[in-house]
């Protein structure tokens, strides 16, 4: 049952600015929830997959998306977080690139969109909730107690990323991958529907130059509990 007055720490940003690391570490140390808000679609389309409904069927979406039975777990140091849905772990399934593709398909969908905002809202539990996104704070949780918007400069996000597909065995281009980090920044920072920028009221982190417990431990002064 959703907890209206549960407290929130939304934890927004660009993506390579660190959110899901930093997010599993407030929820475990806190013992709050955790919200994973971009994993929400690739798991509709999940979802929905399996119990027959058509990626074009926007009523039957919108059903999926409104009744979701998914968890999130903070995962061990350096794993994702772990994604249940109806108690299987898909971690790794929802991140292959068919389902990616459906997700493109059922995301741009407005009924869909508005079913999951819902959904998004009923995570907020007590004794509280750590909600990872890009607009957690300005358009699902506007009257959370404390708002973090977490960034890092693109060339700094660029080089992580690059490290972390290195270590994983695969080839890649720093430039090329700088240039997609630029666009992607741009298409979020101009999109006409919750456009990616911090709220009012949110406290910017510049994680560029920082370490995991640097940054780990600004967001815990933040939410006042340093």
């Known amino acids: 049952m959703t907890d209206s007055k549960a407290p929130v720490i939304t934890v927004d940003g660009p993506g390579g600015a660190g959110k ?13 929830h955790l919200l ?6 690739r798991l509709t389309a999940l979802a929905a997959t399996r119990q027959g409904v058509s990626l074009d069927d926007d009523h039957g979406l919108v059903t999926v998306a409104a009744f979701l039975d998914v968890a999130f777990e903070p995962g061990e140091e350096g794993e994702p977080v772990r994604v249940l849905l109806e108690g299987e772990d898909v971690t790794g399934e929802i991140r292959t690139e068919t389902c990616g593709n459906n997700a493109s398909l059922v995301a741009v969908k407005q009924p869909v969109r508005d079913a ?7 995570f907020c539990k007590a004794p509280g909730l750590v909600a990872d996104g890009r607009d957690m704070g300005t358009v699902v949780f506007p009257e959370a107690p404390c708002k973090i918007f977490l960034t890092a400069s693109a060339e700094e996000r660029a080089r992580r990323r690059f490290d972390q597909l290195k270590g994983s065995g695969v080839d890649v281009n720093m430039q090329d991958l700088l240039d997609e980090i630029r666009a992607r920044d741009e298409r979020d920072m101009n999109r006409s529907a919750a456009p990616l920028k911090p709220a009012d009221d949110a406290q910017v982190i510049d994680s560029t130059g920082l ?3 640097e940054v780990f431990d600004r967001c815990m002064a933040a939410a006042g509990q340093a």
Do not use: N, P
């Not at 997010?23 to 806190?30: I, V």
């Not at 994973?36 to 679609?41: K, M, V």
């Open 36 to 41: 994973d808000s971009g994993a929400l679609y």
């Open 20 to 32: 899901g690391t930093i997010t599993q570490m407030l929820a475990r140390t806190l013992g709050w």
């Open 116 to 122: 999951l905002l819902q959904r998004q809202r009923d």
């Open 211 to 213: 370490s995991i417990q």
